[in-house]
């Protein structure tokens, strides 16, 4: 068994009686190829939250931050995360995003960059509209629906892939691409809060 297999384990263990996770539309993620995941950002918890309620291994960008951290940087490249520098372009990110999506495998973003603080839906980074506009991954948007608080229960809903053909076709910008993707994280929020 590999370190993630094992690790989804153990935190599933823990995490889905603690916040009696209910799971809605796992039915909707594709069983192979490029994955473009995309989740509001409520908690700190919400990468492992996903990590253990999807079907497939998810490559998640994580803040440059983490990596620093003793205990994280052991734990966290086998866990198939990679740094970003957050508030500028940077590229190695990008391209290693890219490589993850082109290679079939699953990238999960958060697009708003950052928690939010209200619970809210934010702005969107247009960084996710450059992965979905540059490859031809499945785009499957997620609305994590808290509280995050023991015992009362927090929902994960995964909708169904997103049709963004049209805005390749005509060349739209990462940022319209980014907008469309999160008016359906919104309504997911919406539906099911």
Same mark, same amino acid.
């Given at each position: 068994?590999?370190?993630?297999?094992?690790?989804?384990?153990?935190?599933?263990?823990?995490?889905?009686?603690?916040?009696?996770?209910?799971?809605?539309?796992?039915?909707?993620?594709?069983?192979?190829? /490029? &994955?473009?995941?995309? !989740?509001?950002?409520?908690?700190?918890?919400?990468? %492992?939250?996903?990590? *253990?309620?999807?079907? $497939? @291994?998810?490559?998640?960008?994580?803040?440059?931050?983490?990596?620093?951290?003793?205990?994280?940087?052991?734990?966290?490249?086998?866990?198939?995360?990679?740094?970003?520098?957050?508030?500028?372009?940077?590229?190695?990110?990008?391209?290693?995003?890219?490589?993850?999506?082109?290679?079939?495998?699953?990238?999960?973003?958060?697009?708003?960059?950052?928690?939010?603080?209200?619970?809210?839906?934010?702005?969107?980074?247009? /960084? &996710?509209?450059?992965? !979905?506009?540059?490859?031809?991954?499945?785009?499957? %948007?997620?609305?994590? *629906?808290?509280?995050? $608080? @023991?015992?009362?229960?927090?929902?994960?809903?995964?909708?169904?892939?997103?049709?963004?053909?049209?805005?390749?076709?005509?060349?739209?910008?990462?940022?319209?691409?980014?907008?469309?993707?999160?008016?359906?994280?919104?309504?997911?929020?919406?539906?099911?809060?």
């Amino acid at each position: 068994m590999d370190f993630y297999a094992f690790a989804k384990g153990v935190v599933s263990g823990v995490l889905k009686p603690l916040y009696r996770i209910e799971v809605v539309g796992t039915e909707h993620f594709p069983k192979e190829g /490029g &994955v473009l995941l995309c !989740a509001n950002h409520i908690s700190n918890l919400d990468p %492992p939250v996903v990590g *253990i309620t999807a079907p $497939r @291994p998810i490559h998640f960008m994580a803040k440059e931050e983490l990596f620093r951290v003793p205990v994280l940087k052991t734990l966290l490249p086998p866990l198939h995360a990679f740094p970003v520098k957050r508030g500028m372009s940077d590229r190695q990110a990008l391209r290693t995003g890219l490589d993850v999506l082109k290679e079939g495998h699953v990238l999960g973003i958060f697009p708003e960059g950052t928690r939010s603080k209200d619970g809210k839906l934010q702005k969107g980074l247009a /960084g &996710v509209g450059f992965f !979905a506009l540059r490859t031809d991954a499945a785009v499957v %948007p997620c609305a994590i *629906i808290g509280p995050y $608080r @023991p015992l009362k229960k927090l929902k994960v809903v995964y909708g169904k892939p997103l049709d963004i053909s049209a805005l390749r076709e005509r060349k739209a910008s990462p940022e319209e691409a980014t907008e469309y993707i999160m008016r359906h994280i919104q309504a997911l929020l919406d539906e099911y809060q």
